[in-house]
């Protein structure tokens, strides 16, 4: 009996490793460009099977695909991040060193909160208008530091090419 079932086991084994090696090759076939019509002629001359079998191949395949496509995108996703990060920080390091390009750097900050946010997915205009009263954020906080320049300009601080 128990040898049956490990008979038994082996072959399930064997037969999971058979379906993922064919669905790998249909996936193969499948980014090359391949109808299902011609994945399943290949199917047929190969391994001697059906319609039918070569369309759960060709399902396999595209499951394959979709979850290989979702690590890509969050593959690029974070190299895209990490760029940004690393503008944010850069520029917000100049602001707190005293650079006299503060208006450009605070734009670079900004554009670099708001990247961020659409590529995690954070970004939602109608939420921004509901809280803001306005779809673009940051008009806001360019108001806010022009005033706060404007300020420092009358007090004789800066001029107004810097602003």
């Known amino acids: 009996m128990q040898r049956q079932v490990l008979k038994l086991a082996k072959a399930v084994i064997k037969n999971k490793n058979l379906i993922e090696e064919r669905s790998t090759e249909v996936l193969g076939l499948l980014t090359s460009g ?10 047929k001359n190969k391994w001697d099977i059906k319609r039918s079998q070569a369309d759960e191949y060709i399902k396999k395949a595209k499951e394959q695909l979709s979850i290989k496509r979702e690590e890509d995108i969050n593959y690029y996703r974070n ?13 917000w390091a100049k602001i707190k060193s005293g ?3 503060f208006i ?3 734009k670079c900050v900004l554009q670099a909160l708001d990247q961020m946010n659409k590529v995690t997915g954070l970004y ?15 008009n806001r ?12 300009k009358d007090d004789g601080g800066i001029t107004d090419n810097e602003i």
């Open 141 to 152: 906080a360019f108001e806010a530091i022009r005033d706060i320049l404007n300020s420092i």
């Open 104 to 106: 450009g750097l605070m």
């Open 99 to 101: 650079d006299k390009n």
């Open 79 to 91: 190299i895209q991040l990490d760029r940004l990060t690393a503008a944010y920080n850069e520029s």
């Open 34 to 43: 391949y109808s299902r019509q011609d994945i399943s002629k290949h199917c």
């Open 124 to 138: 939602s205009p109608i939420v921004l208008e509901a809280f803001t009263g306005d779809l673009n954020p940051h």
